[in-house]
T-cell receptor
């Protein structure tokens, strides 16, 4: 069936490094993609989104890249901080369907 | 303070009992959703509702029931028919129905079956 997955379940980085979290999606008809951050015991928080008519979108310290040719989505976090430690989920959908979530990547930032 | 609230934060249930999880939003959003999250897993859709008095099953609806009598409320009942109910339950909402909109999540309810 359709699924969204992340390449790595865990990622460990040093404070100040840039982090890249990857996600592969299987539905070429998807036209909306979101990254969420989830801290332990809390609900997911919206980070950034991108629609299929774009390749790149930047927010504050975060950038999302979309490569529709290979159905790949990535989240780049600049100057990673300890407060960025969390589980990051990508999600996708197309209009008229519910979001499909990946399994998540746990980002650990050490000082 | 606008947002989505879920209560209680922690819930314990004896096997064989039904239990209802609350989800309320004051964002005036049309659509609401319930997800289940298991350790190390992504979110799986249980039920969703795009308008009042209407709802649809998600991927794992068996053993659950919902109602949508008011726009701001979407309670989830975990019935005794749900064989493995221990999980973290998340409620979400979007401004309009199923569409390419950002979902806003509540803080979650952790249900433990004793």
């Amino acid at each position: 069936g359709e699924s969204v997955g992340l390449h790595l379940p865990t990622l460990s980085v040093q404070e100040g490094d840039n982090s890249i979290i990857n996600c592969a999606y299987s539905n070429s008809a998807s036209d909306y993609f979101i990254w969420y951050k989830q801290e332990s015991g809390k609900g997911p928080q919206f980070i950034i989104d991108i629609r299929s008519n774009m390749d790149k979108r930047q927010g504050q310290r975060v950038t999302v890249l979309l490569n529709k040719t290979v159905k790949h989505l990535s989240l780049q976090i600049a100057a990673t901080q300890p407060g960025d430690s969390a589980v990051y989920f990508c999600a996708e959908n197309k209009a008229g369907t519910a979001l499909i979530f990946g399994k998540g990547t746990t980002l650990s930032v050490s000082s | 303070d606008g947002g989505i609230t879920q209560s209680p934060k922690y819930l314990f249930r004896k096997e064989g009992q039904n239990v209802t999880l609350s989800c309320e939003q004051n964002l005036n959003h049309d659509a609401m959703y319930w997800y289940r999250q298991d350790p190390g897993q992504g979110l799986r859709l249980i039920y969703y509702s795009q308008i009042v008095n209407d709802f649809q099953k998600g991927d794992i609806a068996e053993g659950y029931s919902v109602s949508r009598e008011k726009k701001e409320s979407f309670p989830l009942t975990v019935t005794s028919a749900q064989k493995n109910p221990t999980a973290f339950y998340l409620c979400a909402s979007t401004p309009t129905g199923i569409s390419t909109d950002t979902q806003y999540f509540g803080p979650g309810t952790r249900l433990t079956v004793l």
